[in-house]
């Protein structure tokens, strides 16, 4: 059973593009959640996606970001005009739903977005 | 408030050594109570979680964590410690809605 799949592992924008960063859940999990890492720091919740539907999106900024969890392929978290401060290490989890309840997270090898 | 406090930002301990790394939790309810170890340049690996049941839970590579209720703490502890053991380890609480809270990370230095 593979595990959580982020793509790409390592991202350079230069200020005011895109970037795109996608994740693939494990296999049977439908609920996702982004994270942001900076560096020598801890994880900072952007926002909860259930297929088709976001859940929590309190953790994101309101501009400029963007996440989706379509029902057909990875969940894609969104960047536009990036800026420096966007330069980040952004993970992704996955977990599965249990009688309403999330257990356990299981996190992808995460994307390092540098903005140059 | 929902939240996860890991009071150090670093534990130093010498190789063979038993180690505790400490994390305390605010939540209403029943916990659920998670360590995940991270290693430089990797994703988070999960170690151990409790839900329900024995206070004392056991997970990978030898660590074990005890629940206390009315300290609300989950401390995650090895009996002998390893240099590999060095690296970043986060404390997590599930919270109402399904989210989830990490603390701010507690680095592990295992020395020779």
């Known amino acids: 059973n593979a595990g959580v799949m982020q793509n790409p592992r390592h991202l350079v924008r230069r200020r005011g593009q895109e970037a795109r960063l996608r994740c693939s859940p494990m296999k049977g999990h439908s609920h996702v959640y982004w994270y942001r890492q900076l560096p020598e720091e801890g994880l900072k919740f952007m926002v909860y996606?259930?297929?088709?539907?976001?859940?929590?999106e309190s953790g994101m900024p309101k501009e400029r970001f963007s996440a989706e969890f379509p029902k057909e392929g990875p969940s894609i978290l969104r960047i536009q005009q990036v800026v420096r401060g966007d330069s980040a290490a952004y993970f992704c989890a996955s977990s599965l739903e249990d009688r309403g309840i999330q257990e356990t997270q299981y996190f992808g090898p995460g994307t390092r977005l540098l903005v140059l | 408030a929902q939240s996860v406090a890991q009071p150090e930002d670093q534990v130093n301990v010498a190789e063979g050594n038993p180690l505790t790394v400490k994390c305390t939790y605010s939540?209403?309810?029943?916990?659920?109570l998670f360590w995940y170890v991270q290693y430089p340049n990797r994703g988070l690996q999960f170690l151990l979680k409790y839900i329900t049941g024995d206070n004392l839970v056991k997970g990978s590579y030898g660590f074990e964590a005890e629940f206390n209720k009315s300290q609300t703490s989950f401390h995650l502890k090895k009996p002998s410690a390893l240099v590999s053991d060095s690296a970043l380890y986060f404390c997590?609480?599930?919270?109402?809605?399904?989210?989830?809270?990490f603390g701010s990370g507690t680095k592990l230095n295992v020395k020779p």
């Open positions: 996606l259930q297929k088709e539907n976001i859940i929590d």
């Open positions: 997590a609480v599930r919270g109402n809605f399904n989210k989830f809270y």
């Open positions: 939540v209403s309810g029943n916990p659920y």
